[in-house]
């Protein structure tokens, strides 16, 4: 019989026991892409935060270090072909994952190192003001293949304000030829202020497209990032190994990822509608208005709506056999 | 959508507890929400692991937690391995509090003590004296101890299919609420290539059983899966009409078949990397299978697999 070559991904992200954020996003989409994923769980959470309220506990910088030497020295495996990190909550942690990263690079040369420098969108921050700076030395010091920010991540990662295509390709040369990060995706920005079009940028060292995000589905969705970056690691790596033949540009791979992305929202947003539709009846037999006074589900932080918009990961399972 | 949670333990690396429940279920379409009872780095029996226990106070907030913003309900809960006589308090009054929102919630109850004549859980008495209160008040569904758990908590010496069925016979007449029970893994001296897997349900006099193959191999998360992929046929073929004996036969017979697979192919992996590393290995050594081969055995959860087993009645 003729095994499959191993496919070993180390993804450190937060737990959550209900719903698809950080780990619970990315690990069964790379799962049903054939890869083992050796799962760190930097927090232990009932949900995410944007229901406004969590129970759970966050691990320590100790722990993740010794749970990662334990991993390296008792499995024997050694090599892991990518390492993928998302939302890390504090600057702690996040000088243990670049101790981690800079390992595993040591160990592998050749494998690639996703990180989602998560710290907030369009002006709100997620995290500890401590991360902002662990993030700007952890993007300096090297091994970091793609990264992933967003406008506003990319605005505190560098400094400045980032609006226009000439400040973006200055913070683009910044992050290729300074801080050595071969692939840049900046996951949605408006240029110019034009905020009637949403835009991604990708580039491989230096050679850019701009793309444009098809029309936003209305709502607030968590864990679509980590859903991205998952998915992106994965065609990355197709890539590195298919280089020379059927090679595909990075934006071509980020193009696909964005397609299978607008898909799961569509799935999501369907799979809003209906419970929207049966939390009606429901609440007019129970005279119950206090959650549904408002009908549509759109979602916003800690309105109590947040429930029906979790990514519908596992009804979209059929986008992540690779085909897609 | 079905929702399951399961209260398993995770490790960063490799497929025990909620590592190895999660995946098959999440592609049979269960949404499963996952509480972790601990992280470890990888499962104890590599020789040395590294790990963080959840308080047990931790899991029950969490639960409540879950409820109150999400207000999700539940059709199964799923339990395993657990770590103190607190943690298994924590998980009752959790799946007591299911049932106030899902009376018909089900749960899949592992009691997990030991295996071949061995205890690997702490505080073992008070846990086993806990379990066998539980079992009497009925609170499981379905349970599924091995061979040995089945022993400690019949005080039964389960020798041969006779003394096997008056273990079962004694089990139902001990806990005549639980609806179903499953030993996994009967090893009998009478039959050394085989291991035998029963059943029987409150409702019938009738034991059916398997009989397995054995594999020369030791593996990790074999029970975790078995568990995991029990509840999901469960609740399939109960969809259909039948009796519940003959529920619990097809589902343990599907199962099994799937379970076959993954055992297979986990271990000519192992064989094969063995002899990759130039290891020369004697014909009947039993190896040592660390990992089982979920992720590549994926074509195993979604598609049918041909049943392989013929039921047997005693």
Not at chain 1, 296 to 305: L, Q
Not at chain 2, 70 to 87: C, D, E, M, P, R
Request: proline share 3%.
């Amino acid at each position: 019989m003729e095994y499959p070559e191993d496919k070993r991904i180390l993804s450190i992200q937060s737990h959550v026991t209900h719903g698809f954020v950080g780990n619970k996003a990315a690990t069964f989409p790379l799962q049903c892409l054939g890869w083992d994923v050796d799962v760190i769980n930097t927090v232990n959470f009932s949900n995410h935060t944007g229901y406004g309220t969590v129970a759970g506990s966050v691990v320590s910088s100790t722990d993740l270090e010794k749970l990662y030497h334990h991993i390296i020295t008792t499995t024997g495996l050694e090599k892991y072909q990518c390492l993928l990190t998302g939302y890390i909550p504090n600057a702690d942690l996040l000088e243990q994952i670049g101790m981690v990263g800079r390992d595993l690079k040591h160990k592998n040369p050749d494998s690639i190192w996703l990180l989602d420098p998560v710290m907030g969108d369009e002006g709100v921050m997620y995290v500890d003001t401590s991360v902002i700076q662990a993030y700007q030395s952890l993007a300096k010091s090297g091994g970091i293949d793609i990264i992933t920010p967003n406008q506003y991540e990319l605005e505190l990662l560098l400094g400045s304000p980032i609006t226009t295509e000439l400040e973006v390709t200055k913070a683009l040369d910044i992050l290729h030829h300074q801080y050595r990060i071969k692939y840049v995706i900046i996951t949605s920005i408006y240029l110019d202020n034009d905020k009637s079009s949403l835009k991604a940028v990708c580039s491989d060292n230096g050679d850019y497209h701009i793309l444009e995000i098809s029309p936003i589905i209305e709502g607030y969705f968590t864990g679509v990032g980590d859903l991205f970056s998952a998915l992106t690691i994965d065609r990355v790596y197709q890539q590195h190994l298919h280089n020379g033949k059927n090679h595909k540009q990075l934006y071509q791979c980020i193009s696909e990822v964005m397609q299978i992305m607008h898909k799961v929202l569509i799935i999501t947003k369907q799979a809003r509608e209906l419970e929207n539709c049966s939390q009606e009846e429901k609440s007019e037999k129970d005279n119950n208005n206090n959650n549904n006074n408002n009908n549509n589900n759109v979602g916003k932080i800690n309105d109590g709506t947040m429930r029906f918009n979790e990514l519908r990961i596992i009804e979209s399972r059929y986008l992540f056999d690779g085909n897609n | 959508m079905k929702k399951l949670l399961s209260i398993q333990s995770h490790v960063v690396h490799g497929y025990v507890g909620n590592k190895a429940a999660t995946f098959p279920l999440q592609l049979k379409g269960w949404d499963v929400d996952a509480l972790n009872t601990v992280q470890y780095s990888n499962h104890p029996a590599y020789g040395s692991f590294y790990g963080i226990k959840y308080q047990a106070n931790e899991l029950l907030e969490i639960y409540k937690k879950i409820v109150e913003v999400a207000q999700v309900h539940y059709s199964v809960v799923l339990s395993g391995y657990i770590t103190s006589k607190q943690h298994l308090e924590s998980i009752i009054e959790i799946v007591n509090d299911a049932k106030t929102h899902n009376p018909n919630v089900k749960w899949f109850f592992d009691p997990i003590i030991g295996d071949n004549g061995r205890i690997y859980i702490n505080d073992s008495n008070s846990i086993i004296e806990l379990y066998k209160m539980l079992l009497r008040q009925g609170q499981p569904f379905l349970v599924t101890p091995n061979h040995f758990e089945l022993e400690l908590l019949t005080d039964t010496k389960i020798t041969n299919l006779e003394s096997l069925k008056q273990a079962l016979t004694k089990f139902k007449q001990l806990y005549p609420l639980i609806n179903s029970i499953v030993v996994t893994s009967v090893d009998l001296a009478e039959d050394p290539g085989y291991l035998i897997c029963a059943g029987s349900t409150n409702d019938s006099d009738t034991f059916i059983y398997y009989k397995i193959p054995k594999f020369n191999g030791f593996f990790f998360g074999s029970g975790d899966l078995f568990g995991a992929l029990l509840a999901d046929s469960y609740i399939n073929h109960e969809a259909s009409s039948g009796s519940r004996i003959d529920i619990l036969a097809n589902s343990l017979n599907e199962v099994l078949s799937v379970l076959y697979h993954v055992l297979d192919y986990s271990y000519r992996w192992q064989l094969n990397t063995l002899a990759k590393s130039g290891q020369r290995i004697a014909p009947e050594t039993k190896i040592k299978v660390n990992d089982l081969k979920i992720v590549q055995c994926k074509k195993y959860f979604t598609e049918d697999v041909e049943l392989r087993y013929s039921k047997m009645t005693y």
